[in-house]
């Protein structure tokens, strides 16, 4: 493990209350998504915001099925170590807009999932409307343009669409989920690659796909109200229409 994030086997701690339990929630949420196989070697990248408006973000390099609460990097708005901890993802720019754009979330899971990233590669449109359940939560999945990773033109390509959906997909590179804590911004990850999977062997099988109707879409979206759902909708929005 050492190894792997270049770190110690022991760090600096304890941390307050509330540090500690998104430290380790951080790590519990890197192990899910490598089991899944949403992430391999040391890609992506998982953060929450503390209540004091700084982050708490995976290490550079580091494989995220393995982490520890110390190898965790914590950083202010601007990206800059506040602990003298280990420095953080070389992808910090993505979360810095989505946090800047959306202050009201709490966290945020970057992740390289193969069938959503293979539709991307194919040109292959997330945001039809397909699966009832994903029509009523979050709609679909848009897709931001190709920014160059290490570049300020990744952070950019997300920051129109993080406006208006809490789950995007990145060109050729992987997807953005946020949320209100850890796990809701998981359970977006689990649901856009879900959907991807099941667009993915539509294709396979059929060569193509039929969308649900506009009448059933708009069906679908009433049932917003009757259940309370009021969480960002990309078919109600247009977000990447």
């Not at 979050?138 to 570049?151: E, L, M, N, R, S």
């Not at 796909?209 to 990309?234: C, D, F, M, Y």
Request: hydrophobic share 40%; glycine share 12%; net charge negative.
């Amino acid at each position: 493990m050492t190894e792997a994030v270049g770190g110690d086997a022991a760090g600096p701690g304890p941390w307050p209350d509330e540090e500690m339990r998104l430290r380790r929630a951080i790590c519990r949420i890197g192990e899910l998504a490598y089991g899944r196989g949403f992430l391999a070697g040391a890609d992506g990248n998982i953060s929450a915001r503390l209540s004091d408006g700084t982050i708490l973000i995976t290490p550079a390099g580091a494989m995220k099925g393995f982490l520890e609460p110390h190898h965790v990097a914590h950083i202010d708005d601007r990206g800059n170590v506040v602990d003298g901890g280990p420095s953080c993802s070389t992808e910090v720019g993505i979360h810095l807009v989505a946090y800047e754009e959306r202050p009201e979330m709490r966290a945020m899971v970057h992740a390289h999932p193969p069938h959503a990233v293979a539709l991307t590669i194919a040109g292959i449109d997330m945001q039809m409307p397909l699966i009832p359940e994903i029509v009523v939560t979050i709609g679909g999945v848009p897709t931001a343009p190709y920014g160059t990773p290490g570049t300020d033109e990744l952070p950019e390509s997300i920051r129109e669409l993080i406006r208006c959906s809490d789950t995007l997909i990145m060109q050729n590179h992987g997807s953005v989920t946020i949320g209100d804590n850890l796990m809701d911004a998981y359970k977006k990850l689990d649901m856009l690659e879900h959907t991807a999977r099941i667009l993915f062997l539509a294709h396979a099988v059929n060569g193509g796909v039929e969308p649900l109707s506009q009448e059933a879409v708009k069906k679908l979206l009433e049932t917003r109200r009757l259940l309370g759902i009021t969480t960002k909708n990309t078919l109600e929005n247009r977000c990447g229409l």
